[in-house]
């Protein structure tokens, strides 16, 4: 496995220095608040998993070894597990409290449907796993070494992941009436 | 779509790359092959130029342009210093957290050298014995000594 470039950094944020802070903040904060706004959907609460985030880092940063993955991949890790405890969360809220789902397009003050909402919804609207997938590989551009060992399976399981992902998504803009 | 192929292979090592090969790449990765497996964007730049390879890549590149059209704000200024603020609280807690632990030991150190000392003293020190033994008169190995009465009659 070729050198982890985060490690040297993140070795000296174990020991408390603050330039190394700093820095790594201003390295993987876009990184991490990328992740989350688009696993959630919701920039509010992407806010609150990247403090969250960053606080594993400050505990685990000490301790951390380089295993089997990289520094980055085991920051997007613990950044889509916040994501899926808050999507469980919402999910249970939805359940509990709302009888039925309320579409967003028949809302008569919304937005005009500019792409970058249809793509926004129509990622909300596959399986999270494909979600992640493209996400890893489009969006933050890991290689599909890292992307699979951050999902913790095979490069096939996420070729198929990818693969099904873009046909979804692909099915569902063209639903919505914004494929040309 | 290759067979068993594991994390650590990555991808294929063949040079050759077929249209189904390259369409199936082009479904998951999409048109750009920046994005494809390292060890596969040669052979599928080798077959792009083709006619079949171009029709896979403008169809992949339809979805990838709408993708793009997403873009996430970079954090504001605002998280940014929260997050420095609670790094700062954190490093800050560690090392008084560290001084009360160092505290701890050292007095768990010093109270384990006095327990250490004494059980040292008493261990090392002699134990006290008297210079001499007052016996007890009537305690022998024949119980009271005393004169014996027989005796004293048959004196008599």
Redesign the interface.
Same mark, same amino acid.
């Given at each position: 496995m070729s050198a982890d470039p985060d490690e040297e950094l993140v070795r000296r944020v174990g020991a408390g220095d603050p330039a190394a802070v700093q820095t790594l903040v201003a390295r993987k904060l876009p990184r991490i608040l990328a992740l989350a706004v688009r696993m959630l959907g919701d920039a509010a609460e992407a806010e609150d998993v990247a403090q969250e985030a960053f606080l594993r880092i400050w505990r685990h940063a000490s301790r951390w070894r380089r295993g089997n993955a990289r520094f980055d991949s085991w920051i997007h890790r613990v950044t889509l597990n916040l994501c899926y405890d808050r999507l469980r969360r919402k999910r249970e809220w939805v359940t509990d409290d709302l009888p039925e789902m309320v579409d967003p397009a028949a809302l008569p003050d919304a937005h005009p449907q500019e792409d970058a909402v249809r793509v926004e919804r129509a990622l909300q609207g596959i399986a999270p796993r494909q979600r992640e997938a493209i996400i890893l590989v489009y969006y933050q551009e890991m290689s599909n070494i890292d992307a699979a060992a951050t999902l913790e399976i095979s490069i096939d399981a996420l070729e198929s992941l990818l693969s099904r992902g873009r046909r979804s998504l692909q099915a569902i803009l063209a639903r919505d009436g914004a494929d040309e | 779509?290759?067979?068993?192929?594991?994390?650590a292979?990555?991808?294929r090592n063949e040079p050759a790359m077929d249209a189904k090969r390259f369409a199936? @790449?082009a =479904? !998951?990765?999409?048109g750009d092959l920046r +994005?494809w497996?390292?060890a596969e964007r040669m052979a599928g730049a080798i077959f792009a130029p083709s006619e079949t390879g171009q029709a896979i890549l403008r169809h992949a590149g339809?979805?990838?342009a709408?993708?793009d059209?997403?873009?996430?704000?970079?954090?504001d200024k605002a998280?940014?210093g929260?997050? @420095?603020q =609670? !790094?700062?609280r954190?490093?800050v807690q +560690?090392?008084r957290q560290r001084f009360w632990w160092l505290g701890l030991g050292l007095a768990g150190i010093g109270l384990a050298g006095a327990v250490a000392g004494l059980a040292l003293v008493s261990i090392v020190t002699p134990e006290v014995q008297p210079d001499h033994y007052v016996l007890d008169a009537n305690a022998t190995a024949f119980g009271d000594a005393s004169p014996d009465r027989d005796a004293i009659g048959e004196d008599l």
């Open positions: - | 779509m290759g067979k068993g192929k594991t994390m292979e990555g991808s199936a @790449l =479904a !998951a990765y999409g +994005r497996p390292e339809t979805l990838d709408r993708l059209s997403y873009r996430v704000d970079a954090p998280l940014h929260s997050i @420095l =609670a !790094a700062g954190h490093f +560690r090392r």
